[in-house]
């Protein structure tokens, strides 16, 4: 490694801020984001509810509905539930499909907590719609990827629409604006035989 003087880093400095300036000011675009969280590593969900958090900071409405999830307290419910005039917080699933073990059941529960993402994504007084572990139901064929592709072509223009779950498909990562692939390097569950904890996975 080459070490430079205070002065040579000052001048490197100035110059790389030149450029990232000249890059910034290029991008004159607004418009609302469909963004995909994907990938078998954690944070997939922890990335789109900080995004929701972000948001509500700036004082705009958010939706959030979760597939899938709904069959246990979590502590951003219990967050977002002390922000009722920005936030809508529906967890609407049954719990994971292998503790439901009732396709049809699924299938119903899925249908409603995307009916409920729809009306939000209408309504222009949402400005961030998440659909939580939508992925997952659209890998398992409890919604036609048709209905999601439909929905978000005909979103309001500054609308944002975060989408969490495994397994992304490429028809909706080809519509996406933003997809970031969580890795997964290591993890205590499978490792260490780590439970989930409160304030951690939920």
Not at 31 to 38: C, D, F, Q
Request: proline share 3%; aromatic share 6%; glycine share 8%.
């Amino acid at each position: 490694m080459v070490e430079r003087t205070d002065e040579q880093h000052a001048q490197k400095m100035k110059k790389r801020q030149a450029a990232q300036a000249k890059i910034v000011a290029s991008k004159t675009l607004e418009k609302g984001l469909v963004v995909v969280h994907t990938g078998t590593g954690k944070g997939k969900t922890t990335a789109a509810l900080g995004m929701a958090i972000r948001a509500i900071g700036h004082g705009k409405k958010v939706g959030i509905v979760q597939f899938v999830k709904g069959a246990m307290a979590t502590g951003e419910k219990a967050v977002f539930d002390r922000f009722p005039d920005l936030v809508e917080f529906l967890p609407m699933g049954d719990g994971f499909t292998w503790d439901t073990q009732d396709r049809a059941q699924d299938i119903a529960s899925t249908r409603r907590a995307w009916n409920e993402v729809k009306r939000m994504i209408a309504d222009p007084s949402y400005a961030m719609v998440v659909a939580d572990e939508l992925n997952i139901v659209l890998r398992y064929d409890y919604l036609p990827l048709s209905d999601v592709l439909e929905a978000l072509a005909a979103k309001p223009a500054m609308t944002h629409v975060v989408i969490t779950g495994r397994n992304a498909p490429e028809g909706l990562i080809a519509v996406a604006d933003l997809v970031t692939e969580m890795g997964l390097v290591k993890h205590p569950f499978r490792e260490q035989g780590v439970k989930a904890q409160a304030g951690v996975e939920f």
